[in-house]
């Protein structure tokens, strides 16, 4: 599945293609990441799961043993020979569980890294694409708004500082609500 993801972001940062082409490029590297977060969240799913059954089938094993050990204290013979194949059973199950377990957490470190280099190589493709002719006018307008004594919205430090403070603001205020309602609900009880 990663190899195709790979050859399409490959193709995106090889590819010598006018600037369309060059967004379709990077479209197609943002649905590969978007797959592959996928992928690594599927197999970080399987890892747990495989971790609970492993879990679970130590205990079994446990259990197994436990079991024999009780029966031989008894002299038991027939449950004793029940224990020990049980036993034998999830012992095999654990071995198989803990290898599966080591293959699934090396892939999982892979993708892992292999996401992250789709990730860098996006983030490289998106920034150094050539500009389209309208991003290249947008960017001329703005140069002469701010030439002229205007200011471009998120670079106007006095408008980023507003921005926090109302923004911590109505933070406050949501927090002040909920303690009110928290406080009614309290005296309610």
Same mark, same amino acid.
């Given at each position: 599945m990663f190899e195709r993801l790979r050859d399409a972001l490959g193709a995106a940062l090889d590819?010598?293609?006018p600037p369309g082409d060059?967004?379709?490029?990077a479209r197609q590297m943002r649905e590969a990441v978007v797959e592959?977060?996928?992928?690594?969240g599927e197999t970080r799913d399987a890892v747990t799961r495989t971790e609970r059954d492993l879990a679970?089938?130590?205990?079994?094993?446990?259990?197994? /043993? !436990?079991? @024999?050990? *009780?029966?031989?204290e008894i002299q038991d013979r027939e449950t004793v020979d029940v224990a020990d194949r049980f036993a034998g059973?999830?012992? /095999? !199950?654990? @071995?198989? *569980?803990?290898?599966?377990?080591?293959?699934?957490?090396a892939e999982l470190a892979l993708y892992e890294r292999e996401l992250g280099d789709m990730q860098a190589q996006l983030g490289r493709a998106?920034?150094?694409?050539?500009?389209?002719?309208?991003e290249r006018s947008a960017e001329r307008a703005w140069r002469d708004l701010q030439s002229a004594g205007g200011a471009r919205p998120g670079t106007d430090a006095a408008?980023?500082?507003?921005?926090s403070?109302?923004?911590?603001?109505?933070?406050?205020?949501?927090?002040?609500r909920q303690l009110r309602e928290l406080k009614k609900k309290m005296k309610k009880d």
């Open positions: 590819a010598a293609t060059l967004r379709d490029l592959a977060k996928l992928a690594v679970q089938e130590r205990q079994r094993l446990a259990d197994a /043993e !436990r079991r @024999g050990r *009780l029966a031989a059973k999830h012992r /095999e !199950r654990v @071995g198989v *569980l803990e290898r599966k377990l080591v293959a699934l957490q998106e920034r150094d694409r050539p500009l389209t002719e309208a408008d980023e500082l507003l921005k403070q109302l923004d911590h603001a109505a933070r406050e205020a949501a927090a002040d």
